[in-house]
């Protein structure tokens, strides 16, 4: 960075402002507002003129006007005032404060106010926005109310503020002919206005003295804080993420209401199952997995019932056989039977690490009672059993997808 010009003030300052004063193109000048109420306006590197302030005790908030080529200030007398820039430059010089009868009848002018508005509270920050070319606002921030004035003072809407507010900025609406505000307090609160409805409220980790809202690495609407003790702050609001979020994993509580009903229907629609084609039928649509059960009508030749608690006779038992033919590559195939009390199988888990297309599987397993059921032929009882209470198979797969599977 390189020094352009150096000014060395011969007044304690207050504040600033710049602008294109008197209606200058290309460059800005400056502004600043003594304690002692003087205005000293600077061209670059020039010292241009000075102005006292008439009626002036304490300096207060200063802003120019663009549109209209005024100074506006608060004043002690809690007013604001506003001064045209070319009745300041016509203006008796501010080193001959002492008129003279001269001085009276000399070119030099008094320093008249152009317009005033009594707000009743002394002000803490002024601004001026202009959007647009049609239209342009003053806002001035109270110690209790936001006031937004007309260019000729007259006041366009107001709202009074229910707790003490420490900074705020104007910034332009999304909505056309409204304004937003960003209004920070001394409760660690910031509020977003729409003219005077509140639109949002924010908590912040501290007291805000200079808000302001920027653009950083593309990401628009950050809004900059300062705290009292010199921290700054960079927030974001609004939906949408400033970096990289892993979504939420979709959850959703169970309703047991509504699996019962279902699980009822599933069981209705089991039980119409045409008995005839057995209980697991075939299909004459060519699938990507068929599977097929079979009952047989007869006993085993040599029980197969192990671990029963019917008693000491000899428990027969019935074999089932499961066919399965696929048409695509199956790996990790697990297949899973299931039945229902008092019925039992000798071997209820299957698995085929490598199922290739075309090829026919067939596993069987022996169905038996056991416990004991009151029936004088209960050995009967099994052949019907079985039909009755239908057999469920499950098949498991791994790294299998787009599997049109033959279930009812």
């Not at 203006?91 to 008094?110: C, H, I, P, V, Y």
């Not at 075309?358 to 022996?366: E, I, M, P």
Request: with cysteine.
């Amino acid at each position: 960075m390189k020094l352009m010009y150096e000014h060395n003030l011969q007044r304690t300052a207050c504040n600033m402002t710049y602008g294109s004063f008197g209606g200058v193109k290309g460059r800005d000048l400056i502004c600043i507002q003594s304690m002692d109420g003087m205005l000293m306006v600077f061209e670059q590197e020039s010292y241009a003129f000075g102005r006292f302030l008439p009626g002036f005790l304490l300096p207060g908030p200063l802003a120019y006007s663009s549109r209209t080529d005024s100074f506006l200030t608060v004043s002690s007398c809690q007013q604001v005032e506003s001064y045209k820039y070319q009745v300041l430059a016509f203006a008796t010089d501010a080193d001959k404060r002492q008129e003279t009868e001269q001085q009276k009848l000399g070119s030099g002018k008094r320093l008249v106010v152009d317009w005033t508005l009594n707000i009743g509270e002394q002000a803490l920050d002024i601004c001026i926005v202009s959007f647009n070319q049609s239209a342009s606002s003053v806002f001035v921030l109270g110690e209790r109310n936001f006031f937004c004035l007309k260019d000729n003072g007259q006041i366009r809407f107001m709202k009074k503020l229910d707790w003490s507010p420490s900074c705020f900025l104007p910034y332009c609406s999304v909505s056309e002919g409204t304004i937003n505000t960003l209004i920070g307090n001394h409760n660690n609160m910031l509020h977003i206005y729409q003219d005077v409805t509140l639109k949002w409220a924010t908590q912040l980790p501290h007291i805000p003295v200079a808000v302001r809202v920027g653009c950083l690495h593309d990401l628009k609407g950050v809004i900059v804080t300062l705290s009292d003790d010199g921290h700054l702050q960079c927030s974001y609001l609004g939906t949408d993420p400033s970096l990289f979020q892993a979504p939420n994993v979709q959850s959703r509580e169970l309703n047991y209401d509504e699996l019962d009903v279902e699980m009822k229907e599933l069981q209705k629609i089991i039980k119409d199952v045409n008995k005839s084609q057995g209980v697991w039928p075939m299909t004459e649509r060519e699938d990507d997995l068929n599977v097929s059960v079979v009952v047989s009508p007869n006993f085993d030749s040599v029980s197969q019932a192990t671990d029963v608690e019917v008693g000491t006779d000899l428990v027969p038992s019935v074999t089932v056989k499961v066919t399965l033919q696929n048409r695509v590559i199956l790996q990790k195939t697990k297949l899973s039977v299931y039945v229902q009390p008092p019925l039992e199988l000798t071997c209820d888990q299957f698995t085929f690490e490598f199922m290739t297309p075309d090829l026919t599987r067939t596993v069987s397993f022996s169905v038996y009672l056991k416990r004991s059921i009151h029936h004088q032929n209960w050995k009967e009882m099994l052949l019907f059993l079985i039909p009755d209470q239908q057999i469920e198979i499950l098949m498991a797969f791994r790294e299998l997808s787009n599997v049109n599977l033959d279930f009812p």
